[in-house]
């Protein structure tokens, strides 16, 4: 059959790859749509790409609503917001869907045009890139949710503004609004949220993309190693990271610093006893590591957990803060809060200071690891594609045993 998959760009691509590929090595014909923004990130993972809208327009439009802001949203949003948008302030919680549902309406035009061409047999789509439901209506198949974690589960039916909103999307076609039949979740199971409608839980399996394997990788010195890294959406910190290095080393750690090709020539100078490694894959390098310390991401943080290791994390924006709480309440690391408002010369002190936490006591380890188990005991990708093609087929999945409900 045929499968389309549609992804949201940046950070989001590689979560949708393992599905994506579990599906065509079942023999089954794949796409991946996405915004042009994204159409490298998806080609450089080998699948047929298809881009979707124009990114000027998409832009403009999203632009009309606030949202979810990198910087500026506040810090003190109430409880797990990203599991229950229901706790945000009504303004931000319908900003925050209003911004979802332009970036859909930008591409929205090209999605219908691909299900009357393609005429896929199933569509799964991320959560955040709602345009894959209009592919979805307009071919008149399923709709499968894939997310990682959280779902941004607004109640669209709930608000008669987003219910508005969300029927706009659709009527320009004469499509009807549908909703997903399920959701996908590759979300390790001690740090999953429960969603709003039933989800499958799934094995989460980093896509690296290509990369050697280099010998270092195997050869430990006398001491822990240290990942300091990033990841992909945070340059806050690339001013203390030399002072964050330094205390890393006075801990006796060899550490590893790895950077985006794109920052690696704010890198001026290797530091002594420091390997950089630039574009290194965190699942290749992580469990050869005993702590990482990163910006909070939750791809970069998820990638850790599963490979058994604690972490530092050092959240600067809300998101962040949501991944932040996670690590800290499942004892898998520690958190070193506020740090874009930190003294510069006292921040290094202090999350040397956490990497030694981490390091001398051996319940994050332990807890990092039992998380790994977890990770390792869900389904595969390819025990899901089953599950995906009983859906295509019209078969009632509810009764499913790979079926989660809250």
């Known amino acids: ?32 749509a996405v915004r042009p923004m994204g159409v490298d990130a998806v080609r450089g993972t080998g699948l047929v790409t298809v881009p979707l809208g124009d990114e000027a327009t998409i832009q403009r439009a999203q632009s009309r609503h606030q ?10 949003l109430p409880g797990n917001w990203f599991a229950d948008p229901g706790l945000l302030d009504k303004d931000l919680r319908v900003n925050m869907a209003l911004r979802l549902l332009a970036a859909a309406e930008g591409a929205a035009a090209d999605a219908v045009a691909l299900a009357e061409s393609w005429r896929p047999d199933l569509v799964v789509y991320d959560t955040v890139a709602s345009v894959g439901l209009v592919v979805a209506a307009a071919a008149g198949v399923p709709a499968v949710g894939h997310t990682f974690g959280y779902s941004f589960g607004f109640d669209y039916q709930g608000e008669e503004e987003l219910w508005t909103a969300y029927r706009r999307l659709f009527e320009p076609y004469g499509l009807d609004p549908v909703f997903p039949r399920f959701l996908v979740d590759p979300c390790p199971p001690a740090l999953r949220d429960p969603h709003r409608i039933p989800w499958a839980p799934m094995r989460l399996i980093a896509y690296n993309g290509p990369v050697v394997a280099e010998d270092w990788l195997t050869r430990r010195g006398g001491g822990p190693r240290v990942c300091i890294t990033s990841g992909m959406t945070s340059t806050l910190l690339d001013g203390v990271v030399a002072r964050i290095v330094d205390g890393a080393e006075k801990l006796g ?11 690696r020539a704010g890198v001026a100078e290797r530091p002594p006893a420091v390997r950089i490694v630039e574009s290194y894959p965190l699942s290749v390098l992580a469990p050869t590591c005993d702590v990482v310390v990163h910006h909070s991401g939750v791809g970069t943080g998820m990638i850790t957990a599963i490979s058994g290791v604690p972490q530092v994390v050092l959240p600067q924006s809300t998101s962040q803060d949501f991944w932040a709480d996670k690590v800290e309440r499942a004892g898998a690391g520690v958190a070193v809060r506020d740090v874009e408002h930190a003294d510069p010369d006292a921040l290094p002190g202090v999350i040397r200071d956490a990497v030694e936490t981490v390091l001398d006591d051996p319940s994050y380890r332990e807890r990092a690891e039992e998380i790994s188990r977890g990770n390792a005991a869900m389904p595969t990708p390819a025990t899901i594609v089953g599950l995906l093609e009983d859906c295509a087929a019209g078969a009632d999945v509810r009764s499913s045993p790979l079926l989660r409900t809250a």
């Open 1 to 32: 059959m045929r499968i389309l998959l549609v992804t949201a760009a940046g950070a989001h691509v590689p979560w949708i790859v393992p599905l994506s590929w579990a599906s065509q090595l079942a023999g089954h014909e794949v796409r991946v």
């Open 67 to 76: 949202g979810l802001a990198y910087r500026g949203t506040p810090r003190n």
């Open 253 to 263: 750690a060899e550490v590893v610093l790895a950077v985006d090709h794109r920052d």
